[in-house]
C-alpha cells in the first residue's frame, strides 16, 4: 500500500504549483495508473514520494517513508526515465551491468540471470547496452528495479516510446505483478494505455488531481468508441446509418465517425447497398475529464509529519525519516512525540479491497496541531502488529499471444517471493485529517485557477541546481532508473560504478533511488552512433534494425 497525503510543490514562489495537495491510495493487487497530459505533474509526484525532491507532504510505502525504508530496493522498485534511455553505461553488457547493480544491493548474483530471463534478455545478456534497442533498454531497467525482489513497483512513463510489442510485453508483465498481489503506481499521458493496463486511474491535471475511478468507470466517462469510416460514397452511407440510428458525424473529406452501431453492421450496410470502403476500423476517441470525480470517502487531504516509529510491542523500531524540509521530528535516536490525538483504527473506505502487505508498518495520521500557521500537523508512524507472511506469492506466468514469440516469465522463486498481501483486521490507518494547506495553497478541486494559479505554457525554468544536477548527470551518463541500492540521499547517492571499475564517479541526482550507473560523457555519442553497431535480435522486439534512424519504436 502506497498512501500517499498532501504531495504539494511549488518550484518557485508566485508560480502555479507544479503538483497540489496531492492525496491518493495506491493499493496492493492493483495497477493504479497515474495519468495526465504533459507537465501535469506526475514526474514532480513520483519524485517527491521518492524523496528525491523537496516538497510537502508525505508518502508512506507499508507505512514507512521511502527514506524510512531499511532496504528500499527489497520493498520498492522504481523505474524513472533515463539519460538517453539508457540502462547503463553502453560499454557494459547486460549481464554485467545487471550483476554490478546486484553487488551493489546485496543481491545474489544468479539473482541477475534469473531476470535476464524474465525479462526476455537471456538470449542478448553478453551484448553491451550501446546496441540495446529502447525496448531492450527498457526492460533491463525493470530488471533492475526486480533485482530486491520487491512488492511496490514506481514506474514512470514505463512505455513511452516503446514498440506495440514491448508495450504488450510490459502491461501484461505489470498485470501479473499486481494479481501476484504487487503495488503497481505507473504513470501515462495517454488515456487509452490507462485504460488497457490499469485497473484504478487517477487523474491530474496541471498538478491537480481531477479524478480517481475504477478502470471501468474511467472507460466509461473518458473514453468514447467509434468507428471510423472512409470511402468514395460517405454521403449515402450517412443517410443509411442515420436512418438505422447511429450518430454520424463528418470526419475529414471522406470520412466518418460513427457511433452507436458496430464495426460489423456498418460493413453488412455498407456492402448490402454497395457502398465502396475504403476503411472501416474501431477506434477510441478521449473525452475531457470530468471535474472533481474524486470518492467522496477518501477524507485524506493536506500534508502529514512524522515522528518516529515505534513496534507497537516494544517501541524499539527505527524510525522513519522525517520527509521534507518542513517537518519538525524528534531528535535522531529518540522516540518521537506521542500522537497528539490518535483516532482508533477505523478502516479506510477502501480498506476491504484493500490487502496489506504482511511486513507494511502502518502510520497513524493524526490531526493537525496548527493548522492555520504554515506548519504541518502531526502523525506518529507506529508499527502495526506482523501480519502473517504467507508463501503463495510469485509472479504467475505472463500471458502473451504466440506471434511475441516471448516464452512465459518464470516463477520467482519462494525465495524471492513476492509478500502475501494480508490486511491484518484494523490494522490500516483510521481517516486523516482534513487538509491543513493554507488556503492559498488548498482551493477547492473544481475552482478554476486564478490567473496567478495558471500554468504557464513552458516549462518553468528548474531551480537552482537542477540544471546543474541535470547537466552534470547527463555529462557522466548517470543512470536514475532503478532504484535497488539503497542510498538515501542526493548528497550520499551510491555511486556504484566506481565499485565495478567504471569511469565516472558521480552519482548526482539518484538520490533516494540509489541504483546509479555511471559512464563517461561518451554516453550520449555512444547511443547515437549505436547503429553503426549490429543489434542483436531482441524476443521481444524481432524487427532488424539496420542504423541509427531506426532506433525508435
Ligand atoms: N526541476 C524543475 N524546476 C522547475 N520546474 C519544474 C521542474 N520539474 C518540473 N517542473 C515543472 O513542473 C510542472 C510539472 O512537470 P512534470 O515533469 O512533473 O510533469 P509530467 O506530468 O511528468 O510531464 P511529462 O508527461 O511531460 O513528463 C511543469 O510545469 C514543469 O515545467
Redo the contacts with the bound molecule.
Keep these: 500500500m502506497i498512501q500517499i497525503t498532501g504531495l504539494t510543490k511549488v518550484?518557485?514562489r508566485g508560480r502555479p504549483p507544479?503538483?497540489l495537495d496531492l492525496t491518493l491510495d495506491v493499493r496492493p493487487g492493483l495497477v493504479t495508473a497515474l495519468l495526465?497530459?504533459?507537465?501535469?505533474?506526475?514526474?514532480?509526484?513520483l519524485r517527491l514520494m521518492l524523496d528525491l525532491e523537496r516538497g510537502q507532504g508525505v508518502t508512506l510505502f507499508g507505512g514507512r517513508t521511502y527514506r524510512g525504508l531499511r532496504r528500499p530496493e527489497r520493498e520498492v522498485g522504481v523505474v524513472l526515465p533515463t539519460v538517453g534511455g539508457m540502462a547503463g553505461h553502453p560499454g557494459r553488457t547486460a549481464r554485467g551491468h545487471l550483476r554490478m547493480l546486484a553487488a551493489a544491493a546485496g543481491v545474489p548474483t544468479g539473482r541477475a540471470d534469473e531476470l535476464l530471463e524474465q525479462t526476455r534478455l537471456a538470449a542478448v545478456a553478453g551484448h553491451r547496452l550501446r546496441v540495446f534497442s529502447p525496448g531492450m533498454n527498457r526492460r533491463l531497467i525493470l530488471a533492475g528495479a526486480l533485482l530486491g525482489a520487491p512488492g511496490t513497483l514506481v514506474l514512470d512513463?514505463p512505455t513511452e516510446g516503446l514498440s506495440p510489442r514491448n508495450i504488450e510485453w510490459f502491461h501484461s508483465f505489470l498485470r501479473s505483478f499486481a494479481v501476484a498481489g504487487g503495488t503497481v503506481l505507473v504513470?501515462t499521458?495517454t488515456p487509452q494505455e490507462a485504460a488497457q493496463l490499469a485497473d484504478r486511474v487517477a487523474t491530474?491535471e496541471q498538478?491537480r488531481l481531477v479524478a480517481d475511478q475504477p478502470v471501468a468507470d474511467f472507460r466509461r466517462t473518458r473514453l468514447r468508441p467509434e468507428v471510423s469510416v472512409r470511402g468514395p460514397q460517405m454521403a449515402r452511407l450517412a443517410d443509411l446509418l442515420l436512418g438505422q440510428g447511429a450518430l454520424v458525424r463528418r470526419d475529414g473529406a471522406v470520412g466518418l465517425a460513427v457511433s452507436g452501431i458496430g464495426r460489423t453492421e456498418i460493413g453488412e450496410l455498407a456492402y448490402r447497398h454497395g457502398i465502396l470502403l475504403h476503411e472501416l476500423a474501431e477506434r477510441v476517441v478521449e473525452q475531457p475529464a470530468p471535474r472533481a470525480v474524486l470518492p467522496a470517502s477518501s477524507g485524506r487531504s493536506g500534508q502529514v509529519q512524522l515522528h518516529k516509529a515505534r513496534t507497537a510491542s516494544d517501541g524499539s523500531q527505527p524510525a522513519p525519516t522525517v520527509p521534507g524540509p518542513q517537518a519538525a521530528p524528534g531528535p535522531h535516536g529518540t522516540p518521537g512525540p506521542q500522537p497528539v490525538a490518535s483516532p482508533p483504527a477505523a478502516p479506510i473506505p477502501h480498506a476491504a479491497q484493500s490487502p496489506e502487505p504482511a511486513r507494511a508498518r502502518q502510520a497513524v495520521l493524526t490531526a493537525p496541531a496548527a493548522p492555520a500557521a504554515p506548519v504541518v500537523p502531526v502523525a506518529q508512524a507506529v508499527q502495526a502488529p506482523q501480519a502473517p507472511l504467507g508463501t503463495q506469492s510469485r509472479v504467475p506466468d505472463v500471458l502473451l499471444t504466440e506471434t511475441q514469440h516471448l516464452a512465459p516469465l518464470e516463477p520467482l522463486s519462494p525465495t524471492q517471493a513476492l509478500p502475501v498481501m494480508q490486511a491484518p483486521p484494523g490494522s490500516v490507518p483510521s481517516s486523516l485529517p482534513p487538509s491543513p494547506l493554507p488556503p492559498s495553497l488548498a482551493p477547492s478541486l473544481s475552482a478554476p485557477l486564478s490567473p496567478a494559479q495558471q500554468?504557464p505554457q513552458g516549462?518553468?525554468?528548474?531551480?537552482p541546481g537542477?540544471a546543474l544536477r541535470a547537466a552534470f548527470a547527463g555529462a557522466v551518463g548517470t543512470n536514475l532508473a532503478t532504484a535497488t541500492a539503497s542510498a538515501t540521499t542526493s548528497a550520499t547517492a551510491t555511486t556504484t560504478a566506481s565499485a565495478a571499475g567504471t569511469a565516472g564517479t558521480a552519482a548526482v541526482g539518484a538520490a533516494a533511488t540509489g541504483t546509479v550507473s555511471t559512464g563517461t560523457a561518451s554516453g550520449a555519442s555512444a547511443l547515437s552512433g549505436a547503429g553503426a553497431h549490429a543489434r542483436p535480435s531482441d524476443p521481444a522486439t524481432p524487427a532488424p534494425v539496420v542504423g541509427p534512424d531506426h532506433r525508435s519504436e
Excluded at 36 to 45: D, H, I, L, Q, R
Excluded at 459 to 463: D, H, I, L, S
Design positions: 518550484y518557485r507544479a503538483l495526465g497530459p504533459e507537465e501535469s505533474g506526475k514526474s514532480t509526484a512513463a504513470t499521458r491530474l498538478g500554468v516549462r518553468q525554468a528548474p531551480e537542477y
